[in-house]
């Protein structure tokens, strides 16, 4: 029996194809053209072919920059991912309680960037802060002004603050959707806690944890708002992270084919190491279901 195929569908699709063409393969494809240029003005440009990408790859400023970024990165999802898990694992499965948590939790992801610069740069303030003085009075020479250090550590401890609520409701939802069933089934084997936990709760949650780690990594990589209106990106160049490197160059210094490539090569890294993670917990979720 032939079936006659409906079309119509197509109609529902070609409005989203025009929609990601005009919002990101044109400007892509700008860029790209950009990167390959030497820019004069409107319509004036020469074409240098990988000058920019050499140039670029080669410099120090930005190879440091790159490298407090892999850093910042790998110690956020050191610590936002296993705290989030933590988080969802203690909060409640049911009753009035679960609504208010859920609440206190999306507190901080509502919250605009630039707010909780702006809240972290007075509440860790070495002279009025109430997190400064704290520290300062427990005898620690505590001031993310002048220390490299401390700036450092004031924007990881507020990009946790930040963000690991999202893993903990996205840990959360992983949790709720795990039958019954499979927790009656341990009671019945006698299974430990920590049992439950590796083989029911941790394969179940697999699916939303890989999504914490690509947004969580792909955010991070990415940051700029916060530490530019908490540190400015100092002491020195202790909190310049990439972002601010590139923002600099395209508008401050207004160098169009530098900022190109720069551009096109901070999308490779976090497209390479976004697909990193996506293979590697997907071949963990595999290995533990087999």
């Known amino acids: 029996m032939d ?15 025009l929609l990601v063409a005009f919002s990101a393969i044109i400007p892509l494809m700008t860029v790209v053209n950009y990167s390959v240029q030497d820019i004069f003005g409107p319509g004036q440009g020469v074409f240098v072919g990988t000058e920019w990408f050499e140039q670029v790859l080669q410099d120090d400023r930005l190879q440091a920059a790159l490298g407090r970024q892999l850093i910042f990165s790998f110690c956020v999802l050191l610590i936002e991912i296993p705290l989030g898990v933590l988080v969802a694992l203690c ?5 009035w309680a679960v609504s208010v948590t859920l609440v206190v939790l999306a507190l901080p992801l509502l919250i605009p960037w630039n707010v909780v610069g ?7 303030r070495p002279d009025i802060g109430l997190a400064g003085v704290l520290i300062n009075r427990l005898g ?11 700036a450092w550590i004031t924007v990881l401890v507020m990009d946790v603050w930040h963000w690991t609520s999202l893993v903990a409701l996205l840990g959360y939802a992983g949790l709720r959707s795990i039958p019954d069933a499979f927790y009656q089934a341990a009671r019945i084997d006698g299974a430990s806690r920590w049992a439950v936990f590796r083989y029911i709760q941790l394969p179940k949650m697999m699916g939303v944890l890989l999504i914490a780690v690509l947004l969580r990594f792909m955010d991070s990589f990415m940051i700029y708002t916060e530490p530019f209106v908490l540190t400015g990106g100092g002491p020195g160049n202790a909190t310049t992270f990439l972002s601010q490197e590139l923002t600099k160059m395209a508008v ?4 169009l084919g530098p900022a190109a490539a720069f551009s096109i090569i901070y999308f490779l890294i976090i497209l390479l190491f976004s697909w990193l993670f996506y ?10 279901a087999s």
């Open 91 to 95: 909060m409640p499965a049911r009753g």
């Open 140 to 150: 620690i020479d505590y001031n993310y002004t002048g220390d490299p250090f401390d």
């Open 252 to 255: 401050g210094q207004f160098d």
């Open 279 to 288: 293979t590697v917990i997907t071949n963990l979720g595999k290995a533990d």
């Open 3 to 17: 079936k006659t195929r409906n079309n119509a569908a197509w109609f529902l699709v070609v409005p989203v194809v």
């Open 118 to 124: 702006t809240i972290w740069q007075i509440f860790a």
